[in-house]
């Protein structure tokens, strides 16, 4: 009886205890100086400061114009399958952490010769996803006019210098103050970018504060399109071709003469049959014919024999340069049904690699050698080469070839960009648990 009736007072006084210290917490913090600070502490997440500073203002205006992107936070986790992977190595809680602020990303690019800048599209899908925050844009000074396919583009007429100059001012117009820039470039679009960069980085700095970070080419010639070599030494030409013409028409009636006019743009039936006459009318073309863009090309040009070589001695920034490789013509059509012997396909692609690549046994993408897209045997820094298989130059080899495999359409370029500029813009770092050691206590993880 006594052990009970102690334990119920002892319950009694406890209940009391607590309504007192409850009380008193209450009034504690019912004063002003409590409520104003825990007002505060509200308001101070929600609001921002009148008086901004102008990165602050940039980042606020960027934001507006990403509405229309889905959003992402400065860190987040790596997908489901790359954690697994990272977790079979031992390492656990890795995030993407952005070593530029995401705000200040930029990715420019450039297309090729005579092209236009929705061949970009299907890229530009992907970085959107990937790098939501950042500034992309599809560069259109020298866009090839789409209603009038006659048309030289500027990307033909103008000198590489003369079109970069123009790619400066639509940087200019289009990138926000104080980015930090990726330029992307395909076939000639990468050596305009190569002039933006060595001309106008200085510039840009000073003027936009924005920073050129990396250079990413696909399929760009660095040492010239040997392709153009042809159009000097036609004669030549046509000894080799007559070997494949045939084959060529066996897969498609009259594609090889839709196959010479791919190296021959202008005049390719006098190329065939007055050989002579067009190897001395040719070069004059390229020199007055107002094709700067086309003959700077060349492998013998001023622009690729000294300012390219020069230049790839001289950069401060990264070069990725990434070379597409398709070299078997079964694997270019929908439609191929080898209508050809497995001898005259073999022989239509040694002699193609010939043609395209000076040797039988050249890599290549269709239309230019690994050689020239990698700047192979030339002085280069701060150069990394990737090589592409089962990726042409373009759209078309003549024809139109089949979905997802010219360079700029190819998921396994895309990807190799979009890796590229991962690696410049973001780094994964793990995050470690802190653990706290007392003497004679075991070791836990700090609350």
Avoid at 12 to 28: A, E, H, K, N, T
Avoid at 71 to 95: A, P
Avoid at 243 to 255: G, H, V
Avoid at 360 to 370: A, T
């Amino acid at each position: 009886m006594y052990p009970t009736t102690g334990l119920y007072e002892c319950f009694i006084w406890i209940y009391r205890f607590s309504l007192v210290f409850c009380f008193s917490l209450i009034v504690s913090c019912s004063g002003k100086s409590c409520s104003d600070k825990h007002k505060k502490d509200e308001l101070s997440a929600a609001v921002e400061p009148m008086v901004l500073d102008p990165p602050v203002l940039l980042e606020k205006e960027h934001t507006a114009q990403q509405n229309n992107k889905s959003k992402r936070t400065d860190e987040q986790n790596l997908d489901v399958s790359d954690e697994l992977e990272l977790s079979r190595k031992g390492v656990k809680n890795i995030k993407r952490v952005a070593k530029v602020a995401e705000y200040k990303q930029a990715i420019v690019l450039l297309h090729g010769l005579a092209r236009i800048s929705s061949d970009f599209n299907a890229m530009i899908a992907i970085l959107e996803k990937r790098f939501p925050h950042a500034t992309i844009v599809a560069l259109k000074s020298v866009n090839k006019d789409s209603n009038n396919q006659k048309s030289a583009s500027l990307s033909s007429k103008l000198s590489i210098k003369q079109q970069a100059r123009l790619a400066y001012e639509e940087i200019k117009a289009k990138i926000p103050f104080g980015s930090h820039l990726i330029l992307v470039g395909h076939s000639q679009g990468g050596l305009r970018a190569l002039v933006v960069a060595k001309e106008y980085e200085a510039r840009l700095k000073r003027e936009c504060a924005i920073t050129i970070e990396q250079l990413i080419t696909i399929g760009t010639p660095w040492k010239g399109a040997p392709i153009f070599q042809h159009i000097k030494r036609a004669k030549t030409f046509n000894e080799k071709f007559r070997k494949i013409a045939i084959t060529l028409d066996k897969i498609q009636p009259n594609y090889s003469k839709t196959v010479r006019g791919y190296f021959f743009k202008k005049a390719p039936e006098l190329a065939k049959h007055h050989p002579k006459v067009y190897g001395k009318a040719a070069p004059l073309f390229m020199k007055f014919g107002q094709i700067d863009g086309i003959a700077d090309l060349d492998p013998e040009s001023d622009f690729i024999r000294n300012y390219v070589v020069s230049s790839l001695k001289e950069v401060d920034w990264p070069i990725t340069a990434i070379a597409g490789v398709l070299t078997d013509f079964s694997e270019l059509f929908d439609t191929f049904q080898y209508p050809i012997s497995a001898k005259a396909l073999t022989e239509l692609n040694v002699t193609y690699a010939e043609l395209i690549g000076g040797n039988p046994n050249s890599e290549h993408d269709m239309l230019l050698p690994v050689a020239t897209q990698h700047a192979e045997g030339l002085v280069t820094r701060n150069f990394k080469r990737i090589k592409v298989y089962g990726t042409c130059h373009g759209n078309k080899v003549g024809v139109s070839v089949k979905r997802g495999i010219s360079e700029l359409n190819n998921k396994a370029v895309i990807e190799k960009v979009t890796e590229s500029i991962e690696e410049t813009f973001y780094e994964y770092k793990e995050e470690k648990e802190e653990v706290v050691v007392e003497q004679g206590v075991e070791a836990t993880p700090a609350a």
